[in-house]
Nanobody, 123 residues
């Protein structure tokens, strides 16, 4: 099992930036993909971005392309999400997740989850 702890959430004005971090501990050797998901009130959890641990292959949801960047530091077992040009509709709880599947973006393939961190973007 992998334990994940997010940090970096908060309140920001529209157009601003925030950086989320996720620290992974435990059985990280069996983790192939790390992802960020988000869940707004009354809405289902949705995929935001993912990165593979080894090759650093990235993939983004269309609504964040060009604004968000996911990265990883293998030496520190951390994954980050740099969020620029934030919009009020980006307001949600953001979750870090780990998967034993490679290249996946499916919520059901992610078996380990962080506790989530709130991002609020004011207009």
């Amino acid at each position: 099992q992998v334990q994940l702890v997010e940090s970096g959430g908060g309140l920001v004005q529209a157009g601003g930036s925030l950086r989320l971090s996720c620290a992974a501990t435990g059985r990280t050797v069996s983790t192939y993909t790390m992802g960020w998901f988000r869940q707004a009130p009354g809405k289902p959890r949705e995929f935001v971005a993912r990165i593979t641990w080894r090759g650093g292959s990235t993939y983004y949801a269309d609504f964040v392309k060009g604004r968000f960047t996911i990265s990883r530091d293998n030496t520190k077992n951390t994954v980050s999400l740099q969020m620029n040009s934030l919009k009020p509709e980006d307001t949600a709880v953001y979750y870090c997740a780990a998967s034993n599947s490679i290249y996946t973006v499916q919520l059901g393939d992610f078996g380990s989850w962080g506790q989530g961190t709130q991002i609020t973007v004011s207009s």
